[in-house]
């Protein structure tokens, strides 16, 4: 599977960040997180985005509904995403 246009703009976009993460629980969802150099799966540094496919149509939705590097990619799955 390739990578969504939006998902790799977004790669892009947060370039300045330097570790990132990618999970794809299913075919439908793409987490992807960007962070700051070093930080722990378990630490609140990370921005997080849920990509989900609707038919034809890829969803990006934030974390929380926000931008903020103030996530932890451990708690991924229990975000709401706006």
Same mark, same amino acid.
């Given at each position: 599977?390739?990578?969504? %246009?939006?998902?790799? @703009?977004?790669?892009?976009?947060y370039?300045?960040f330097?570790?990132?993460?990618? @999970?794809?629980?299913?075919?439908?969802?793409? =987490?992807?997180?960007?962070a700051?150099? %070093?930080?722990?799966?378990?630490e609140? %540094?990370?921005?997080?985005?849920? =990509?989900?496919?609707?038919?034809?149509?890829v969803?990006?939705?934030?974390?929380?509904?926000?931008?903020?590097?103030? %996530?932890?990619?451990?708690?991924?799955?229990? =975000?709401t =995403?706006?």
């Amino acid at each position: 599977m390739s990578m969504p %246009k939006a998902l790799m @703009d977004s790669i892009r976009v947060y370039d300045f960040f330097k570790a990132e993460r990618t @999970d794809s629980p299913s075919p439908e969802i793409t =987490y992807v997180a960007h962070a700051v150099v %070093k930080a722990q799966n378990n630490e609140a %540094k990370w921005l997080i985005v849920r =990509y989900q496919t609707v038919g034809t149509v890829v969803e990006k939705r934030f974390a929380e509904g926000n931008t903020e590097a103030d %996530k932890v990619w451990n708690d991924r799955a229990t =975000y709401t =995403y706006l």
